[in-house]
């Protein structure tokens, strides 16, 4: 079958096939097989038929990558829900974070009823420990009347994970299961500062010296062997934001571009910085002193205009090695010639350990250009010995680990739940992934949506079988339910300023990453913050009585001068030495800030405080922090 000039491959057309029927379907295929092809299908179907549909994907990043590649390809016909945008709310095709199409399914499912479709893009994000119970609830609360494509690099236990949606929807949904790459991939391992073809040299290679003194390997060596090879261009995976930008720089002694590229990559970037209005900003112009050679780095530390700006000249196939962290995996399509991995272990939910196939896979995916190359590689640093051959070894031949529920309701699920259906929504329980898997066997997750219930009442969410009015406020407060619900109950808000306002919603969704830099507060803020301790230690106090884990976050000032700073209406480069964050980090807590000071604005808040909401996010939403007018770009 042909589709748009394009021949389909066979596990292509069966999940077309299956569409077609309208069926649910769960497609399993390597990275850049040919999925969202599958997807575009069933959207164009919708189209025709005047039917809407949905599609969420884990990151802020890949919705704004579909918005643009969709859009051109169904004008008029597109639009985007975040936490950051909202652009043609109403449209056919709707693109939206898991996060946001969970929270419509809770709370405003009448917006729905003209959806009958919904596509879960990289649907394997369930088993993520802090996000994955988004997915599990998403499709839990899935309404009969909507179908499902979910998409897949990797679902070792599918069928478990069919027969439970099955059982839980009681209707069909069709496996698709593809396992041959279009690109066949080639493993190089570098160790001892040499290259190896394959397992058997590299375990000789080690056993061989093994009471000898090893040579480190070295980044230049690696992407020298790749030029000389014509293995480029590269990815090169790090697990560590400085690292990437370390590599970058030492990278510079080398120039990856003919005269016809380089000019090319400058006339692109002076373009692209121009239009994003960010060529005066400080990381602007080493980026380019980098770009102008073919090299790259890209990281969340970035300001998003440049990590979009980056992702524009990579498809452009003008970047020839760019060091980057994991997220460049996630989805965007960014396929290149080979792919590098820094090292084989990564910091897994509290320790450093090997990574998992999957995890690997997913990277190493990205190797191998469809259509233009015939065999992809990947090149694994190695400390040569016995525990990373093994490990390796174990990587590449080993089972993928099945995904697993990490359901944990957060506490606006449970309120928005209980809104509807009383304390029966404690039923929700066997509806899971989780009980499908585990059942009785491992009731904990039971347990706390039963403690989290008796804890809401307790401090009178809810109250003589119904939503309190604190209960109303707080089932709008995703992730941060309690104390904002805690501190709104006690007019906290109230005596705040408007710039207090931002200062103190920047502290609440603020996440420190490593040793910060933390200001001095005026004796104003302290008293605040007093306050906002004080409240935040009893609601854990609370929750380590009832068992309930993860606890509440803890507050965190380290933006304060910088949040003060934008609020006075100072340039971000006039904030960005107020703090150890990275660029990007700033922007993104920014942009945090304003989702859940919209997220506050509800019927049943003053009208003061709602005027002091709309002034605060009107000054916080302004040049590089508004992430609307640069989707448009």
Same mark, same amino acid.
């Given at each position: 079958m042909e589709l748009n000039h394009i021949t389909l491959d066979p596990f292509q057309n069966e999940a077309i096939d299956y569409?077609?029927?309208?069926?649910?379907?769960?497609?399993?295929?390597?990275?850049?097989?040919?999925?969202?092809? $599958?997807?575009?299908?069933? $959207?164009?179907?919708?189209?025709?038929?005047?039917?809407?549909?949905?599609?969420?994907?884990?990151?802020?990043?890949? &919705?704004?990558?579909?918005?643009?590649?969709?859009?051109?390809?169904?004008?008029?016909?597109?639009?985007?829900?975040?936490?950051?945008?909202?652009?043609?709310? =109403?449209?056919?095709?709707?693109?939206?974070?898991?996060?946001?199409?969970?929270?419509?399914?809770?709370?405003?499912?009448?917006?729905?009823?003209?959806?009958?479709?919904? $596509?879960?893009?990289?649907?394997?994000?369930?088993?993520?420990?802090?996000?994955?119970?988004?997915?599990?609830?998403?499709? $839990?609360?899935?309404?009969?009347?909507?179908?499902?494509?979910?998409?897949?690099?990797?679902?070792?236990?599918?069928?478990?994970?069919?027969a439970w949606i099955e059982k839980t929807h009681n209707h069909p949904v069709k496996k698709i299961e593809e396992h041959k790459r279009a690109v066949p991939l080639h493993f190089y391992f570098q160790a001892d500062n040499r290259i190896f073809s394959n397992v058997s040299e590299l375990e000789y290679h080690t056993l061989k010296n093994k009471d000898e003194f090893f040579k480190n390997n070295r980044v230049d060596s690696l992407i020298k062997y790749s030029q000389e090879n014509a293995f480029l261009p590269c990815i090169y995976f790090c697990f560590s934001r400085a690292k990437c930008e370390k590599f970058a720089q030492e990278m510079l002694k080398y120039n990856f571009l003919n005269k016809e590229?380089?000019?090319?990559?400058?006339?692109?970037?002076? &373009?692209?910085?121009?239009?994003?209005?960010?060529? =005066? =900003? =400080?990381?602007? &112009?080493?980026?380019?002193?980098?770009?102008?050679?073919?090299?790259?780095y890209h990281h969340a530390g970035l300001l998003p205009p440049l990590k979009e700006i980056i992702e524009r000249i990579f498809t452009e196939k003008l970047i020839k090695v760019i060091f980057t962290t994991e997220t460049f995996a996630l989805g965007i399509n960014m396929p290149s010639r080979t792919v590098c991995f820094d090292e084989i272990s990564k910091y897994y939910r509290g320790k450093t350990r090997y990574l998992r196939k999957r995890d690997f896979y997913q990277m190493a995916g990205r190797a191998g250009r469809r259509g233009i190359d015939k065999e992809g590689f990947v090149i694994s640093r190695l400390k040569p010995y016995k525990e990373d051959v093994t490990a390796i070894k174990r990587i590449l031949q080993g089972n993928p680990e099945p995904i697993k529920s990490q359901f944990n309701a957060s506490y606006a699920t449970i309120l928005n739940l209980y809104h509807?259906?009383?304390?029966?929504?404690?039923?929700?329980?066997?509806?899971?992934?989780?009980?499908?898997?585990?059942?009785?066997?491992?009731?904990?997750?039971?347990?706390?949506?039963?403690?989290?219930?008796?804890?809401?009442?307790?401090?009178?969410?809810?109250?003589?079988?119904?939503?309190?009015?604190?209960?109303?406020?707080?089932?709008?407060?995703?992730?941060?339910?309690?104390?904002?619900?805690?501190?709104?109950?006690?007019g906290f808000f109230e005596r705040l300023s408007w710039v207090e306002l931002g200062i103190i919603i920047c502290a609440i969704i603020t996440e420190v990453r490593g040793k910060e830099y933390l200001p001095k507060l005026d004796k104003r803020l302290k008293k605040i913050k007093r306050e906002m301790w004080l409240a935040t230690h009893q609601i854990q106090r609370i929750e380590k009585r009832f068992r309930i884990f993860p606890h509440t976050k803890t507050i965190h000032f380290q933006l304060t001068d910088a949040m003060h700073a934008w609020l006075m209406g100072k340039d971000f480069n006039q904030i960005i030495d107020k703090v150890s964050s990275d660029e990007g980090e700033i922007i993104r807590n920014f942009r945090m800030t304003n989702q859940v000071l919209r997220d506050m604005d509800q019927k049943i808040v003053t009208d003061s405080l709602r005027s002091k909401i709309h002034k605060t996010t009107s000054i916080i939403n302004r040049d590089i922090v508004n992430a609307e007018w640069q989707l448009k770009i």
């Open positions: 569409l077609d029927k309208g069926l649910s379907v769960i497609v399993s295929a390597p990275t850049g097989s040919g999925k969202t092809l $599958i997807a575009e299908y069933i $959207i164009e179907k919708c189209l025709k038929e005047g039917k809407g549909i949905i599609y969420t994907a884990p990151i802020k990043a890949l &919705s704004n990558q579909k918005f643009r590649d969709f859009s051109a390809k169904f004008p008029e016909s597109v639009g985007i829900i975040t936490g950051d945008v909202k652009i043609n709310p =109403h449209a056919s095709v709707l693109i939206m974070t898991t996060e946001i199409f969970r929270n419509y399914l809770l709370q405003d499912i009448e917006k729905l009823q003209n959806k009958k479709w919904v $596509i879960f893009d990289e649907v394997h994000y369930l088993d993520d420990i802090e996000r994955g119970t988004v997915w599990e609830e998403s499709i $839990i609360f899935l309404p009969q009347n909507m179908k499902m494509l979910a998409l897949s690099a990797t679902l070792p236990n599918i069928d478990q994970f069919i590229e380089e000019t090319r990559i400058k006339e692109l970037y002076n &373009s692209y910085t121009k239009k994003f209005k960010i060529r =005066h =900003h =400080h990381s602007t &112009s080493f980026m380019l002193s980098l770009l102008e050679r073919g090299i790259a509807d259906t009383g304390d029966a929504l404690l039923e929700i329980y066997p509806k899971t992934f989780h009980y499908f898997q585990f059942g009785k066997r491992k009731g904990s997750e039971k347990k706390i949506l039963e403690a989290k219930l008796k804890l809401l009442k307790q401090l009178r969410y809810i109250q003589n079988d119904k939503l309190t009015m604190k209960g109303q406020f707080a089932s709008n407060m995703f992730g941060y339910e309690l104390i904002i619900g805690e501190l709104w109950d006690k």
